[in-house]
């Protein structure tokens, strides 16, 4: 009875033109409180994974800020799956325009979590606030630590508690770091399939130490050649017989190299036989390398260059083409080579590469071919449809 009594009162209410006006602006006008308070519990009641995914995009102190927002946000803060992968900046205020995160927080954070992390990245100019995590983690995996004191007695510290764990170590900017160092975790972490190092860090001593250790097993070893100070860094060879007992140790190893360096520094490299993989020029390099690359580079699958300045690359693809049988993947750019010479390097290496991006100034018409006819003989020996990539017109 009180239902249909509630049912007939709705019924009888008033449908004019002008009521209906009445409501319409009131649905229009300023939310009021209680429309505002059902907003605020709405975030409040969020699913955890959607605020478990924001968090992951926050840094450490925004988390910490947002964590006060509600007993729930303060729960998602303090799962393990937050805590998997994280990246800390640690700098001077007064000398960094990054985001620092203040060491009583790291502190705090590890304490309660060091367990769950695996994937750690280190922007910090202190190496007690890195130590902290080497001590407390038990887990990690992966690390990543750039432009920081790091040294090898912190690497010490890093094997002794995570030695079953670590699998990846990428160090960029490490001074400190010698190869005693890298040799230590080498030595002790069973799991490690993955290295990257600065050259500086790469020596014969080290190559013939990871050859020579039965458990180790890298799959990736890759190397960046910076120069620092352009026109005045030395650097040093590594001989042939070095690089020989790491593949035969490893022989499924990927040996990669990112090179950003100027002509002049480019001596020491490829003089003998290197077992480089894959290669990238981040500067312009000469003809004279490239010659190398061809003739003693016979396990490449991928070459990168950003530039060669205006000096035809013909014979140095036939010769890449001919010696590098396991080629797959080849990118140009700011360089010069005639669309014959192209053609007969596609020809030669046929459907083994399976990525070819050359910038339409490359190409240059010859008496065979023009840039119109270049793209089917290319698509043809492909077994796919190819077209040279454009250049960006903004």
């Known amino acids: 009875m009180k239902q249909n009594r509630v049912n007939q009162k709705v019924e009888t209410q008033p449908t004019s033109d002008v ?70 900046e640690l700098n001077q205020p007064a000398t960094s325009y990054l985001k620092s995160t203040h060491p009583d927080l790291i502190q705090q954070i590890i304490k309660k979590h060091a367990d769950h992390l695996q994937y750690v990245s280190f922007k910090s100019r202190f190496v007690s606030a890195l130590t902290v995590v080497f001590v407390n983690s038990k887990s990690l995996s992966s690390i990543k630590i750039d432009d920081t004191p790091v040294d090898d007695p912190s690497l010490k510290v890093l094997v002794a508690n995570n030695s079953d764990t670590l699998k990846l170590l990428k ?24 290295l990257a190092l600065n050259y500086y860090l790469l020596s014969d001593e080290l190559l013939l130490a990871l050859s020579s250790e039965k458990h180790v097993h890298l799959e990736h070893l ?36 990112y090179f950003f360096l100027y002509e002049e520094e480019f001596d020491p490299f490829f003089r003998d036989e290197t077992p480089v993989t894959h290669i990238y020029f981040g500067r312009t390099v000469s003809k004279e390398i490239l010659g190398r690359i061809g003739m003693n580079c016979p396990r490449l699958i991928e070459l990168v260059v950003f530039a060669n300045g205006l000096q035809p690359l013909d014979d140095e693809l036939i010769c890449i083409a001919e010696r590098c049988k396991n080629l797959t993947a080849m990118g140009l750019g700011e360089c010069e080579v005639s669309c014959s010479a192209f053609v007969e390097f596609v020809k030669m290496c046929g459907g083994r590469l ?41």
């Open 19 to 88: 009521d209906k006006g009445k409501k319409r602006r009131k649905t229009s006008s300023t939310p009021t409180n209680e429309t505002l308070s059902t907003c605020q519990a709405d975030w409040g009641n969020l699913h955890y994974d959607v605020i478990l995914h924001i968090f992951q995009y926050l840094p450490l102190v925004d988390r910490a800020y947002a964590s006060s927002v509600c007993r729930t946000w303060n729960e998602v803060f303090h799962m393990p799956e937050l805590w998997r992968r994280f990246e800390f």
């Open 354 to 394: 399976t990525q070819l991006s050359i910038m339409e100034e490359v190409l240059i018409p010859d008496q065979k071919y023009n840039l119109e006819q270049i793209h089917w003989e290319v698509s043809k020996y492909l077994g796919r449809v190819w077209f040279p990539d454009m250049m960006p017109t903004w």
């Open 222 to 257: 890759r190397i960046d050649v910076v120069s620092e100070n352009p026109g005045q860094t030395q650097f040093h060879s590594i001989k042939k017989s070095s690089w020989d007992a790491l593949v035969r140790h490893s022989p499924k190893v990927n040996i990669v190299m």
């Open 171 to 194: 160090m960029s900017s490490c001074p400190h770091v010698s190869p005693a160092g890298i040799l230590c975790v080498a030595d002790q972490c069973y799991g490690l399939r993955e």
